[in-house]
């Protein structure tokens, strides 16, 4: 069995034993061309270059703050509290379903990128998963598993929601379990009452209480600050291998990269500013995918990382626009 009834375990290790018994990603396997998983020596700096990207050059000309604020809509989802999430605590990937050395590679390369764009990332020594990211041939058997016993990790959700959370619908799932926490220093995960069948679920050290659901109170009054702040407790991404079957690693690695590190609004906004995330999109029409992060991408993770996530949604979405704007020079390298 992979686990005991009524006994708290890791959501990784409940999906690790998940994967043991149903469909690994065999297929999806580095395609001709795509660049190896780095060595110890070059996976303790985020990497420079990779012969499978390719580096796309920006457009002439400073970017517009319109551009820089379309880009936010898109690419920005608020979470319970209304604010933009991100993570607090460092980031700590955990990949599975592919080649142990594949598997490595692309939880070193998340934590790279994390470093680059000011997300905390683990001190030497290692760290408890946050991050799990599953390649599968059978999302939709990944997420139901996770419906029934850990439900919580489908993000904010109702009851009636839950086959809608559940549900896969692109070669790409990601699902976020976030926590608002206030100047004063209360916290609560983002859970709705009554959204779980189980009795608790286990986050980090401890359980939470999967009936509680309230959320700390902000301030009144003010129209630039909430007092509240929203970040990531878990994220879990599901990837399809049949679907993604033949791509190069290391372009899906930058997408599970970028969803990773925030929530985006939509996946299929395909706007005047490039992004990884176009990588899947269905709306670009002959423009090509970037095959990395885009400086738009890099801009925006920057400004989400650096902002004081406690003021209000239009002063957020204003402080990063600048900054996107300030960051993206016309000489700016679009994988930067």
Not at 178 to 185: H, M, P
Not at 227 to 242: P, Q
Request: hydrophobic share 40%; aromatic share 6%; net charge positive.
């Amino acid at each position: 069995m992979c686990w005991t009834s009524g006994r708290v375990v890791k959501l990784g290790l409940v999906l690790s034993c998940l994967l043991s018994t149903t469909g690994r990603a065999g297929a999806q396997t580095p395609a001709p061309g795509a660049s190896p998983p780095p060595t110890a020596a070059q996976a303790s700096s985020p990497p420079t270059t990779v012969t499978s990207l390719t580096v796309v050059a920006p457009k002439s000309g400073e970017p517009s703050y319109t551009q820089a604020l379309d880009f936010i809509q898109s690419h920005g989802a608020p979470a319970r509290s209304g604010q933009l999430a991100r993570w607090r605590d460092p980031v700590c990937p955990i990949t599975m379903g592919l080649s142990p050395q594949v598997d490595a590679w692309v939880s070193r390369w998340i934590v790279a990128r994390a470093a680059r764009v000011g997300a905390a990332i683990p001190k030497r020594g290692g760290c408890r998963p946050n991050i799990e990211i599953v390649f599968t041939s059978d999302p939709q058997g990944v997420l139901d598993f996770v419906a029934k016993k850990r439900d919580a990790y489908l993000g904010y959700h109702y009851v009636a929601q839950t086959k809608a959370f559940s549900t896969v619908t692109r070669p790409v799932e990601a699902r976020y379990l976030t926590a608002t926490r206030s100047v004063a220093g209360g916290e609560s995960f983002d859970i709705a009452s009554g959204s779980s069948p189980s009795a608790s679920s286990f986050v980090g050290d401890g359980s939470l209480d999967i009936a509680g659901g309230s959320s700390p109170s902000g301030c009144a009054g003010s129209s630039f600050t909430r007092c509240i702040s929203s970040h990531f407790v878990n994220v879990l991404i599901v990837v399809d291998g049949k679907a993604l079957n033949g791509r190069k690693v290391a372009p899906v690695a930058d997408y599970i990269a970028m969803l990773a590190l925030s929530q985006a609004r939509s996946l299929e906004g395909c706007g005047a500013l490039p992004s990884i995330l176009d990588l899947l999109s269905s709306k670009c029409g002959d423009r090509s995918a970037p095959d990395a992060w885009t400086g738009g991408d890099t801009a925006y993770l920057r400004g989400l990382y650096s902002a004081n996530l406690e003021d209000v949604m239009w002063l957020e979405k204003d402080t990063i626009a600048d900054r996107m704007v300030k960051n993206l020079a016309p000489t700016t390298a679009a994988s930067k």
